[in-house]
Structures are given as C-alpha cells and as structure tokens.
C-alpha cells in the first residue's frame, strides 16, 4: 500500500500562492494516477485536481482552473499542487490521493490518502 506525506501548507494572504508537495513511498509511484482534494471547515471533502500517471492529462474543478496547477515528478516519488491567486475560499485542509485506477473526481476512487496540510488565506 502507497504511503502518502503532504507537505507546503500555511497562512497566507489573499493573491498570494503556495505550493503543495506529496511524496509516496511503498508502491511504485508512476504507476498511479495522483489526485488533490480538499476539506473546506464545515463542509465534505471535495475534489480539486488529479493527474494521469505519466502527467499527460490533467483535470481540475472550475474554481481552480487556471489559478492551480498540478504536476509529478515520478524520479521523485512527488506529485505537487501549485496554488496562485488564492482567495479565502482556498481555506482548507488539502489531501493527497493515488487513485485505485486512473484520474477521478471521486473520493471512492482513492487507493490511499495523506494525511493532510492546512492552507488557510487570511483576507
């Protein structure tokens, strides 16, 4: 089973950026499709983009296209997340995922989960 570790979370001001990391460990990594979804207070998890396993397709919710951008590093083991421009209703804690298959939108479709970073956008 793939280990997942978040990493780049914190505060940070409206229109500023931040830049997600999640490096796996114990499958082998450019096997799987990557996924990040987030956990807004109050609400349910939700998705916000995923990667194909070799990065050649992308999928994002429309509130983040063009604003985040993900990416892999297979060498690495690291899939990232890089977040601009982002508004308070960014304010979440962010979760890695590696899919069971390829890239879905689904938290049922998830194989393994981090264990979360907090990203919080102050006004």
């Known amino acids: 089973q793939v280990q997942l570790v978040e990493s780049g979370g914190g505060l940070v001001q409206a229109g500023g950026s931040l830049r997600l990391a999640c490096v796996a460990s114990?499958?082998?990594?450019?096997?799987?499709?990557m996924g990040w979804f987030r956990q807004p207070p109050g609400k349910e998890r939700e998705f916000v983009a995923s990667?194909?396993?070799?990065?050649?397709?992308?999928d994002y919710r429309d509130s983040v296209k063009g604003r985040f951008t993900i990416s892999r590093d297979n060498a690495k083991s690291t899939v990232f997340l890089q977040m601009n421009s982002l508004t308070t209703e960014d304010t979440a804690v962010y979760y890695c995922?590696?899919?069971?298959?390829?890239?879905?939108?689904?938290?049922?479709?998830?194989?393994?989960w981090g264990q979360g970073t907090q990203v919080t956008v102050s006004s």
């Open positions: 114990g499958g082998t990594f450019r096997l799987y499709a």
């Open positions: 995922a590696a899919f069971k298959a390829g890239t879905s939108r689904s938290n049922d479709d998830v194989r393994s």
């Open positions: 990667i194909s396993w070799i990065g050649g397709r992308t």
